[in-house]
């Protein structure tokens, strides 16, 4: 049973190698890479860094780690949010990047069948000249096998669903090396238990993913982008909500505070008014597009917003959300040398408006530069907070600080977590959030297909 640290031996690096076609390293920097992501948790290196090239070679990887009680962590782009990818415990990191091929596209099924360490991006751009897409948008280019693992959702999730509506099926490899199918290539499905939803979000704590089949949209004939203008945030979070409920088929609403707009034009060389700001994007017909974004200006003066814009140009759509996008990088970017505690949580709709208000008195009571954003449609929002990593200090107080805003937020009924996870940052919330008694059936389940622990130890719970 994995529960301290694994450091491996000469001879079982030197087996490992023997087990993949690709690499497998214990290059200082190559470890530096796998031993941390976007979080501001403090990085922690694996032993080695092993890359194997198909399903195969993740199951042999499986079952000599299991044999051997070695640690092993899945990873991919390294874009997660809450330590997800960090090897706690040491042992492996196992790099899924080279898998990273598009292996079937199924326009008339609206399925593609990929590898898990194909990029959103490069499989969109692969998609679009069949006039199709890819449509879970997280933000980060990240691979999909993480965003997979993650349960990952992002901006388009108002309309087209998140990472547990989009999986069909999956392959994966269990901890003791065994290869399992789940699924099927439809979109209804009530054959026994559904083990693709189990292991979407499971953190890559239950089995290792190695093929996925997504479903995918056909490309709008026509997209828009909006703006509007806010007074405060409490008044474009309530307005965006009053959207919501009349029904229009929006495709993104977003909420940015003064201060994501003014790290955007410094990031992207914007030059939009610094108050706190709604983007909309609307997908349908050259009449259903005009018709919804009317609607929404008419909703959106009902409650101050004002400098109602909106596009049909692609480039300036695209330049738009390519800004948000970048809104975390932005605010990277305005705090050189620093880090970032990227939080999420997500609310019943109703209680959005009070929710961030909440978030942003708790915030504005300490010193360290934040700023707010999320997704207003599905009541899911992120906070933005700044800290020093040269004092690991100021680390420990905004994890206080968040852990106080997260359990507000359960008070609400909300969760602690819409779309990054629990990873190794909120463990205490999910407890506080199912309860003992679901989380001791997490554990059940956990110890029934990973008996060793050995799949990212130190996740989800202790």
Known sequence: MVNKRVDLTAAQIEHLKTLVTGQVSTNETVLDQHGRDESAIPPVRPSAVVMPQSTEEVSKV????????????????GSSLEGHVLPLFGGISLDLTQMNKVLEVRGDDLIV????????VALNE????????????????????GMAATGAAGTTTVRYGSMR???????????????????RETRKLSAGYDLTRLLVGSEGTLAVITELTLRIFGIPEKMAAAIVRFNNLSDGVTAATAIVRSGISIARCEFLDAKCIKNVNAHDGLNLAEVPTLFFEFHGSPQGVAEDAASVKEIVEEFGGSDFEWTTDEGARRKLWQARHNAYWAGIAANPGKRAVSTDAAVPLSKLAQAVTVAEEILSKHPYPFSILGHVADANFHCFIVTDPAKPAELEDVRHITHKITMKMIEMGGTCTGEHGIGSGKIQALEAETGAPAVSIMRSIKKTLDPNNILNPGKVFN
Not at 165 to 183: C, F, H, Q, R, S
């Open 62 to 77: 499986l079952a000599y780690c299991d044999a051997q009680k070695i640690p092993v962590v899945a990873f991919g782009a």
């Open 113 to 120: 069948r990929v590898q898990p360490g194909v990029h959103r």
């Open 126 to 145: 692969k998609l679009a000249s069949s006039g199709l897409f890819f449509s879970v948008d997280p933000g980060a280019d990240a691979t999909l096998g």
């Open 165 to 183: 509506d989009n999986v069909l099926a999956l392959t994966a490899v269990m901890a003791d090396g065994t290869v399992i199918k789940t699924g």
